[in-house]
């Protein structure tokens, strides 16, 4: 493809994108298709000759879209969002032009320099404390400081590395096998999932309290610790969560720190939906005690308007991180520098990430974010009075930033779980269900850069219509 020929068709995929985010809020959100759909449906192998950009979209139209759960669209209430703007993809299609390596600073300085000044940027948007900055006062690097990771997942295992890397320092190699890791049984499965990765022996998942809306208590850890201690083993990585996947539980995070530091654990925050809410001074309360934690992620990609991968993660101290990664053979021997970032991740490739953060903060600024979330959990405290308002439903855990969880009163949960199918099959909105206590709950997960009060009302009157179905129809 020729540059002239790049360019217009460029503007035609922005035209057609365009488009595509006019119409989003009229196509069934969840993709009905079956599995194995697609295959049948395109060549066994790619072409010998070259085909048209034409041929190309006339088949992503006619056969991808079909394939398509619409996540950008303002009836997508599912899992957590997964956002993006313009600003954001702006950055991300440069990014994809430049397709420089930055994993290490002389591969391209200003990938690895920006991606450095951007986190600090967000981590004072974020209240973060001024221990997980790299720039001290002074604009010298410090210890800490911030990466973009691919996922929160990668950002759990790569703590637990750090961890294992700082508690083996001093230790034989065979204590190994006396590690503990230690979280909620509410937080991310990427905990256990790190575990096996790592090999690490021991993963307790300890029992969230209901009574506590679902958050870890630290007397049950503290208990959990000194059993652990007792027979022998040695606790070593802690995971605290604000914002659980379930119900946006949220672990009291002063308190298990103070636990962490007293037995020399590290400390890793996962906050990976809600952890954007820290630039908010009334949610505060959430975020204290983040000074004893080691690392802190929370992703730019699921409620910042920062498309997919957008995971931001911040240490104090980037040495047992570099203790656990850092490798150099000899084809990387270059002129180096401390934030060589292939240091401090699994991979050694890295993308020019910054650039759609660098885009979207500037495009937005402070005060528009704080307007942007604060507009979501409004959403979300009227979901929360809509559900309490009908004598139907009940909630089940106290709304949090903007997920409400609630179920059909006093019946099986076969029947919230045939409510929220029905909403599914609709196409004119999507949520899941989780399992607390037992119970099949229906999650209204809000966050869609374009949702708006109408959307919500709308959503929420064909809840209320398939429920008087699902009802009559299991009497
Ligand atoms: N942690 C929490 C609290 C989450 O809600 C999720 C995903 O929803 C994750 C971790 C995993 O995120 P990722 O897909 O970035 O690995």
Known sequence: MGVEAYRKTAKDLIDWICDYYARVESLPVRSEAEPGYLPPMLPTEAPDAPESADAVLSDIQSKIMPGLTHWQSPNFFAYFPANSSFPAMLGDMLSGALSVMGFLWSGSPAATELE????????????????????????????????????????????????????????????????VCYSSDQAHSSIKKACMVAGTPHCRLIPARPELDYALDPDDLTAAIDADLAAGLIPFYLVGTIGTTSSCAVDPIAKLGAIARRHDMWFHIDAAFAGVTAMLPEMQHYFQGLELADSFNTNAHKWLLTNFDCSCMWVQDADPLKAALSLTPAF????????????????????????????????????????????????????????????????????????????????????????????????????????????????????????????????????????????????
């Open 116 to 179: 450095t000044v951007v986190l600090d940027w967000l981590a004072k948007l974020l209240n973060l404390p001024a221990c997980f900055l790299a720039f001290g006062p002074d604009m010298k690097l410090g210890k800490g400081g911030g990466i973009i990771q691919g996922t929160a997942s990668e950002t759990v295992l790569v703590a637990l590395l750090a961890a294992q890397a700082r508690a083996m320092a001093s230790r034989p190699a065979e204590d190994r096998q006396y590690l």
């Open 332 to 475: 990387l021997r270059a002129k180096g520098n401390a934030y060589d970032y292939k240091d401090w991740q699994i991979p050694l490739g890295r993308r020019f990430r910054s650039l759609k953060l660098f885009f979207m903060l500037r495009m937005y600024g402070k005060q528009k974010l704080q307007e942007y979330l604060r507009h979501h959990i409004a959403l979300g405290d009227l979901v929360a009075d809509l559900v309490r308002h009908d004598s139907r439903f009940e909630i089940v855990t106290p709304p949090r930033f903007a997920l409400t969880c609630f179920c059909l009163k006093a019946q099986t949960g076969k029947e919230t779980a045939a409510l929220v199918d029905a909403v599914n099959r609709s196409g004119k909105a999507f949520m899941i269900t989780t399992e607390l206590s037992g119970r099949c709950v229906a999650r209204f997960a809000i966050g869609g850069a374009q949702t708006q009060e109408r959307h919500i009302r709308a959503a929420w009157q064909l809840i209320s219509q398939l429920a008087d179905k699902v009802l009559a129809e299991t009497e």
